[in-house]
């Protein structure tokens, strides 16, 4: 896998985009694209880290674990969180956190239950800062139905951090007859997106850099559990579901295909790309398939069940804007492509690393 | 029971030993003592996590949470470790991750069964020294019979990290009808210590002080679910069980009392420090009590059972030097005293934080 994602990212459109230049093999350091979420992600986890834990549950590329635990079918999961700045329209780090992880969990059909939280605070950090972070996660998790059942607290000094990481695990229990996972896409699922895509992103990126787009751009950030509820509520048999977080639609496409052996086809046309999102990512020169979402799901379901789930997808907060986007098909198996309006296709690789490091 | 932690620690015998000096609300920044396991540690729990978590769970002061999940009872628990440096005699940060969360679920009595991982790398650490951590981590996995199923990876710029941080979160069953838990202590109970007290810290502190004290004393880092489980096979109604690590025995004991409302009474010449860590200790101006460990626990027991439980510990690597040093009493509750060689006794407060930051 490691050299087939090293060939196919060495033909991407544009490497200057990317925060890294180099894949793993010839870097002896760690670079920013390592925690991007594409390539160099994905070569770190097989070269360094799978074989270093010796066991296949991390191969599977999933969201969340899912284990055999008491008698419990249980997803696992953890993510820690970098994001600059800590706070930005629409949320803050502590929001990302739980929903992050509480999302991670939804993506293998769990309901999640706990989650735990463990800060590396900086030496030096306001007390409030701290507090108005915690106050974000205890209400996010109030919206989720999750509890925070346990945490852990280390302090570093000044100049070894900044201001405050936050890392969280959950678990949650995964219903009988649900089994979503990547490798379960098949050629003729339909492809759904939860809502417009490129939000998080964008969000991040206004405060980040300073910029003005005329209008204030807000972070999609929020939990997707309780949609994933209402989906699952119309068939047990959905496929693969997944958060298009760092890397955007176009990596969570491409780890889907090529983790099924399946091909992806998408008509960009449908793809929900929001005005403001559209006109800041030409603005920066940036593809708004490779930009961060913290609130959108991409779902892929039987082709026979998609207008039921779609329906049940607009009837929920989360869903209002679900469309669907695209088809899987047996055609290019392991690649995602994009039908042009212009009647061509082009490719869409999966990136290197995320366009704009700590995102999340 | 911040105030009550305030006033407690405002009579430290030497506060200059302390690595902060002041307690939360009149610190409105973060202090290095945040996150050193003691006064200030507990009051950034009950003050800011607690209440913005908004539920009880936290106030356990357990190290591990125990919930009801799917018709199972789960062990959950996280800790990130930030400890300097990254490679010490007898371990290293990997093993510590690893180590630390399987022995935070067996304080529970669990048995641990998975793992996650989350590694907050600096831009710029050598990939080499990611691969060292996880394989150590690995390594210590296979040794406590735990899976690493799920893990993430972020990337700081160079300047906002310290190579690697890592963050563990861990589940594991509890067996039926065993409670353990610090409120459980009751005036009779024997008090145990697994071992030798103080190795841990004193190798931190060797290297990073860069200190000869003529023979190289090593962390005693290890794995502490199997020595759990032969002394639950004696009796089931253990009831706390502690590894004291950040604070030392020190701090635990009085988490301990606090949370149960009893007194514990020591014997000095009865608590094992080695002749190293004592004259380490000697020459730093430090308390073998308030030094970490990594790989002891401390367990009260019912007084009938406290033969059986000790010879249990002693046939088991990790309780070898399994030694009765003390009691728990109806007399001063809450508090913590060590009788002295002389016929004296001096009381054991609990430290405003830990004596050496990032010692985990």
Same mark, same amino acid.
């Given at each position: 896998m490691a050299d087939l994602a090293v060939e196919a990212?060495?033909?991407?459109?544009?490497?200057?985009?990317?925060?890294?230049?180099?894949?793993?093999?010839?870097?002896p350091v760690?670079?920013?694209?390592?925690?991007?979420?594409?390539?160099?992600?994905?070569?770190l986890i097989e070269q360094v880290f799978a074989p270093a834990y010796g066991n296949a549950l991390l191969a599977g590329m999933t969201d969340s674990a899912v284990l055999h635990l008491g008698g419990a079918r249980l997803a696992f999961s953890t993510?820690?969180? !970098?994001?600059?700045? #800590?706070? +930005?329209?629409?949320?803050?780090?502590? *929001?990302? /956190?739980?929903?992050?992880?509480?999302?991670?969990?939804?993506?293998?059909?769990?309901?999640?239950?706990?989650?735990?939280?463990?800060?590396?605070?900086?030496e030096g950090v306001e007390l409030t800062v701290v507090e108005r972070i915690a106050r974000a996660m205890g209400a996010a998790a109030?919206?989720?139905?999750?509890?925070?059942?346990?945490?852990?607290?280390?302090?570093?000094e000044s100049g070894h951090g900044d201001g405050v990481y936050v890392t969280t695990a959950g678990v949650g229990l995964v219903p009988d007859g649900v089994d979503i996972r990547p490798q379960r896409a098949?050629?003729?699922?339909a492809v759904i997106v939860s809502?417009?895509?490129?939000?998080?992103?964008?969000?991040?990126?206004? !405060?980040?850099?300073? #910029?003005? +787009?005329?209008?204030?751009?807000?972070? *999609?950030? /929020?939990?997707?559990?309780?949609?994933?509820?209402?989906?699952?509520?119309?068939?047990?048999?959905?496929?693969?579901?997944?958060?298009?977080?760092r890397g955007g639609l176009g990596a969570s496409l491409n780890e889907i295909a090529r983790a099924s052996g399946t091909g992806v086809r998408l008509r960009e046309r449908a793809v929900p790309v929001p005005d403001e999102v559209a006109n800041a990512c030409g603005f920066l020169g940036l593809d708004p398939l490779y930009v961060a979402n913290e609130g959108r799901l991409v779902a892929f379901v039987p082709r026979e069940e998609a207008e039921a789930v779609l329906a049940a997808m607009r009837a929920?907060?989360?869903?209002?804007?679900?469309?669907?986007?695209?088809?899987c098909v047996e055609e290019h198996p392991g690649m995602v492509v994009v039908a042009t309006g212009l009647g061509g296709t082009r490719v869409v690789d999966l990136p290197l690393g995320e366009q704009l490091p700590r995102i999340c």
């Open positions: 990212t060495a033909t991407a459109a544009d490497p200057a985009n990317w925060t890294c230049p180099a894949p793993l093999r010839d870097q760690v670079v920013m694209g390592h925690g991007g979420g594409g390539a160099l992600s994905a070569e993510d820690s969180y !970098v994001v600059r700045p #800590l706070f +930005f329209p629409g949320g803050c780090l502590g *929001d990302l /956190a739980v929903n992050g992880t509480v999302n991670d969990l939804a993506m293998s059909g769990a309901r999640p239950a706990y989650l735990s939280a463990a800060f590396v605070l900086e109030e919206t989720a139905g999750v509890t925070i059942a346990t945490g852990d607290t280390k302090v570093v098949r050629p003729g699922d809502g417009p895509i490129g939000l998080h992103g964008v969000a991040i990126m206004s !405060v980040r850099e300073g #910029l003005e +787009f005329g209008i204030e751009i807000a972070s *999609d950030t /929020a939990p997707l559990a309780g949609l994933v509820v209402d989906m699952l509520a119309v068939t047990r048999d959905i496929h693969v579901l997944r958060d298009p977080t929920h907060p989360q869903g209002a804007g679900a469309t669907l986007i695209g088809e």
